[in-house]
């Protein structure tokens, strides 16, 4: 039954996240995004942002206390015809690896950069995760009605910092204040900013008015003003080449846009790109084949589990990316990893939190399964075949933390919940070669406060973190069976094992990491480790 349907279900779909330093504008801009989509009809309904109707979910006590999101959501709605599943990318305290592991469930990226600030902290390791799949970047310059760095610069920077290619798509004209609105190089059409004092939102049609000094837009622009874009128009095209569809599938160069979230400008101009470069549901590398999503039977991948959406029933929901093949309700599906064939009759799709039960599901899809502590990250799902896919790692942690039980007669409780909540991404645990201490390690913060919660609440266990002096972990690998054995008996104090027994050193610098790996040059140090 592999119909005209079918393909149209994948080829209208878009799957994407956004990605961001913390307050660049993300939310926000998702929040436009969503009224575009009419998903909502005013502003303000976003998490974090007063008590809208989409507010996210407050399942735990520490998101009620903090009133923050530990979660991550779905978003799917339309725009012009084609579905868009947006996948939230936790961003402030809720950093975690999920927001890593998030970027390989997407075919493509929307990276939001605050205008007057530039590449950040943040922005620069997502898309250095990016770059593991070369997954196709769109850039969206933010807050232009404040005052910004000069665009020419802000591109310079990206090509240097982030090595990707800019081709600005549109060109702001000034900032802050005197912020009236963007050229669109590639139509060839102005577009003037609304604000205060312009009390009407409308494009001129460039080609009507190619010469910018135009009576007509001069009262809207200014002589100096016009005359100042029209000379650096000519500068960058004359500087940056026509976009390239299939260098930027390729992630070699990324389209670049400029507005204003706040004021709702030049979101449309980024949903256009989104709908008319951003690839369909992509392909994905298996452990034996490359899997289409055009591909008759059903494939898809874990990349995220979320424990007690429901308190009340404590029940676990694991996110998979369709990859191939249409989930019909009741079809039968087997869990490559334990060799089970389950019938799966209820899952969900997500809106901001809220779960919508479905009966089909297409690739590019992320739907919820139920999961009571079977399912890991990382597992496969088919219609029988034997086939894993690979790409969805474990990312080395950034801050680690020693455990300890305030009961010590707890110990099996909190060696279970700790091997449960690693499954499920929630942290990393290590176990020291030379002691019996456990240590955690995770991406953000956050992700500590939310263990000792859940082990509470979930295993009854009270226990409490020390600092412990290590500030960088890489796991360890080598051709040579001996150059580890060599290893192991120089370094057996910096070394731990993680839950799936794989050798990790933990540095107490990154000047002691530096010299480790100059002096042993046949052992790899990776930062990431597939699952
Ligand atoms: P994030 O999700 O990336 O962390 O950023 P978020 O959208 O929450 O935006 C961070 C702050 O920046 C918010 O202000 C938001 O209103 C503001 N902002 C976002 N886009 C623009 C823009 O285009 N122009 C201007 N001037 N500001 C923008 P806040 O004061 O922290 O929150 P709020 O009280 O406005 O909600």
Not at 132 to 158: A, M, V
Not at 311 to 338: C, E, N, P, W
Not at 339 to 350: A, E, G, L, R
Request: proline share 3%; hydrophobic share 40%.
């Amino acid at each position: 039954m592999f119909n005209l349907n079918y393909k149209q279900e994948c080829s209208k779909r878009r799957t994407f996240a956004i990605i961001s330093h913390p307050d660049a504008g993300k939310t926000t801009i998702t929040e436009k995004m969503l009224l575009f989509g009419k998903i909502i009809r005013t502003s303000g309904t976003i998490k974090g942002r007063g008590n809208g109707k989409y507010a996210k979910s407050d399942w735990m006590s520490i998101e009620k206390q903090r009133g923050i999101s530990v979660t991550t959501s779905v978003m799917q709605f339309k725009y012009k015809n084609i579905l868009i599943n947006l996948l939230d990318t936790p961003g402030h305290e809720d950093f975690s690896e999920d927001t890593y592991r998030i970027m390989t469930a997407v075919d493509c990226c929307v990276v939001v950069i605050d205008a007057a600030k530039g590449i950040e902290e943040r922005t620069k390791k997502l898309i250095d995760v990016t770059r593991i799949h070369n997954t196709p970047i769109i850039t969206f310059i933010n807050k232009l009605d404040r005052d910004s760095r000069e665009p020419i610069e802000l591109l310079d920077e990206i090509e240097k910092e982030l090595n990707l290619n800019c081709i600005p798509i549109t060109w702001p004209i000034s900032c802050g204040q005197n912020f009236r609105g963007v050229y669109h190089i590639a139509d060839k059409i102005i577009y003037l900013y609304k604000n205060k004092d312009l009390k009407k939102n409308f494009f001129i049609d460039f080609q009507k008015y190619s010469n910018l000094s135009d009576v007509f837009l001069n009262k809207y622009i200014g002589i100096d003003l016009s005359q100042q874009i029209y000379q650096e128009l000519e500068l960058i095209i004359s500087i940056y080449p026509k976009f390239n569809n299939q260098n930027f599938l390729k992630g070699m160069l990324t389209p670049v846009f400029f507005g204003s979230a706040l004021g709702n400008f030049g979101i449309d101009h980024l949903l256009s790109s989104l709908i008319t470069w951003a690839p369909p549901p992509l392909y994905r590398k298996s452990n034996k084949r490359i899997v289409k999503p055009e591909e008759k039977n059903f494939t898809g991948f874990i990349f995220k589990i979320q424990a007690n959406m429901d308190l009340k029933h404590r029940d676990r929901i694991a996110f998979m990316r369709i990859v191939s093949g249409q989930y019909k309700k009741g079809m039968k599906l087997r869990h490559v990893r334990t060799k089970k064939d389950i019938t799966i009759s209820n899952v969900f799709s997500f809106l901001a939190g809220d779960r919508l039960s479905i009966e089909n599901a297409y690739p590019g899809d992320v739907i919820g399964l139920h999961n009571h502590g079977t399912i890991k990250i990382g597992d496969t799902f088919t219609e029988g075949e034997e086939i894993n896919f690979v790409g969805i790692p474990s990312f080395s942690p950034e801050i680690f933390r020693c455990i300890y039980l305030k009961n010590p007669l707890k110990q099996k409780q909190l060696i279970k919940g700790l091997i449960q909540l690693s499954e499920e991404g929630a942290i990393q645990v290590f176990r020291p070669i030379t002691n019996n201490n456990l240590i955690l390690g995770a991406i953000g913060i956050l992700q500590f406060d939310v263990v000792i919660e859940r082990l509470r609440i979930e295993y009854n266990v009270d226990a409490i973190y020390k600092k412990i002096n290590i500030v960088l972990a890489r796991w360890i690998r080598s051709d040579k069976h001996s150059s580890i054995n060599n290893f192991i008996k120089h370094y057996n104090s910096f070394l731990a094992y993680d839950s799936s027994d794989s050798l990790i050193y933990l540095a107490p610098s990154q000047a002691n990491l530096k010299i480790v790996m100059n002096k042993n040059s046949d052992i790899f140090f990776d930062n990431i480790r597939e699952q």
